[in-house]
């Protein structure tokens, strides 16, 4: 995991290796920014539908050094996921483009057109990105590479829409420093959530780029318009418990479509309740129209509708958990939103013909079972599908946990997490 001063020196020799000059030479300004990976530690599938869930960002980051260049085009080399060329004088190249779905590429595209939409004075740059955030296991490293590109372009030409202090009583704005470059975490988040969606190809919610851009652990309402995004405190080592996340090594990036179904499902079942999103509804709404929706839309609508409805009123009971410091009542729920994600939700294993022999995230959480029982707790991470299970272990027992999981495993499957990282960050750099 890489700190600044490593990041930077890393950065500047793989740009001189790819555009020939140094990072500030001739430039008016050099920007490094940062974002961190997150952890979804309460709320499995709610943002999307106007519910609450607990985030935190980690230590691990997304790095992006960048410079104006004169020649009008978007010079983007990825470290280890190619390279990108914009010209911003084409006809057309701030549209969406079908070929490049669940690309970076793709990722970088959208940020540059939201961010010349939303009134950014853009042009020409190049830049080079590196990154500590795993893809595919749950750590929304599409997330923090969106947030990290969209600090880059408000260091480089001015914040636009994504410029000044995040709003009061929140979280601090990505700012700290000679040189920092002050961005509201909020609408540089949406923004980015809005490039996901339409360049990138997933209907997440935002849940994943707001905990990236404002750092810390926050709980967050999706309710209004505008997130509602407040610190929350979580000590997990104070409490005498380590948080180990364990990769089933499926890529969860590659079931899109199912991951697709989940919103699209629940959005349905809110449309025949009369409402926008199950969020704008209520439990005893869905109770009342129950045979309605088995039958026009059966019943695994039915269950994820109601493990949304569940899901948000554990974590709000998580949160008062919190605030009381009932660890063990917050590990309970913590349970509890594992067992409602396989059941109800059922997005831990593949669900197409033929997938009972692959179900290494659902395997995981048996494992987890048997060695914690009610000692520990565990849940799917994430979109599910695969990805990562996330595991709350005693700090006695979190060595032997991850030796026999890994072993079990047959691979090195296991990393142990700080959560309470640091938000977005930009710098300009002298």
Not at 14 to 36: K, Q, W, Y
Not at 273 to 287: A, I, T
Not at 333 to 351: H, I, T
Not at 383 to 407: H, I, K, Q, T, Y
Request: with cysteine; net charge negative.
């Amino acid at each position: 995991m890489r700190d600044e001063t490593a990041a930077r020196v890393h950065l500047s020799a793989l740009f001189r290796a790819a555009f020939g000059r140094s990072a500030d030479e001739g430039a008016e300004r050099t920007v490094l920014a940062s974002a961190p990976g997150r952890l979804e530690v309460a709320g499995n599938h709610v943002d999307h539908q106007g519910g609450r869930v607990i985030s935190a960002a980690i230590g691990e980051r997304t790095w992006g050094l960048a410079a104006p260049n004169d020649g009008g085009r978007i010079r983007v080399v990825m470290e280890g996921f190619g390279t990108d060329e914009i010209d911003l004088a084409e006809e057309g190249w701030d549209a969406p483009r079908p070929a490049d779905a669940l690309s970076s590429g793709a990722l970088v595209r959208g940020m540059a057109a939201r961010f010349a939409r939303d009134g950014g004075a853009l042009a020409g740059f190049d830049m080079v990105t590196c990154s500590d955030v795993s893809p595919g296991c749950g750590l929304s490293s599409s997330a923090a590479f969106e947030v990290m590109v969209g600090a880059c372009l408000a260091g480089l030409f001015g914040g636009g829409a994504w410029a000044g202090a995040a709003a009061a009583g929140s979280v601090p704005a990505g700012a700290d420093g000679e040189g920092a470059v002050a961005v509201d975490p909020v609408a540089l988040a949406l923004a980015a959530t809005t490039v996901e969606q339409r360049y990138f190809g997933k209907p997440c919610g935002a849940q994943d780029q707001l905990a990236s851009a404002c750092g810390g652990v926050v709980a967050i309402d999706f309710g209004p318009a505008v997130p509602v995004v407040e610190a929350v405190r979580l000590d997990a080592a104070a409490r005498g418990f380590g948080i180990v996340l364990i990769d089933s090594r499926q890529d969860h990036s590659q079931h899109n479509d199912e991951f697709a179904a989940i919103p699209a499902d629940m959005g349905r079942v809110a449309r025949l309740l009369g409402v926008d999103r199950l969020g704008d509804g209520s439990v005893d709404e869905l109770l009342d129209r129950l045979g309605a929706v088995r039958a026009t839309l059966g019943d695994q609508c039915a269950l994820r509708a109601l493990h949304y409805y569940d899901e948000v009123a554990r974590v709000n009971a998580q949160r008062v958990a919190l605030e009381r410091d009932d660890f063990a009542a917050f590990l309970g729920l913590v349970r509890a939103s594992g067992v409602s994600s396989a059941q109800f939700l059922q997005n831990v294993s593949l669900r197409g013909p033929g997938t009972g022999g692959c179900q290494p995230a659902m395997l995981i959480q048996g494992l987890c079972a048997h060695w914690l029982g009610d000692r520990g707790a565990w849940r799917i991470h994430g979109g599910g599908f695969g990805g990562a299970v996330l595991a709350f272990v005693p700090l006695g027992e979190v060595d032997d946990f991850v030796a026999a999981m890994d072993v079990a495993l047959g691979y090195e499957a296991c990393r142990t997490v700080v959560v309470g990282g640091v938000g977005v960050r930009a710098r300009r750099l002298p």
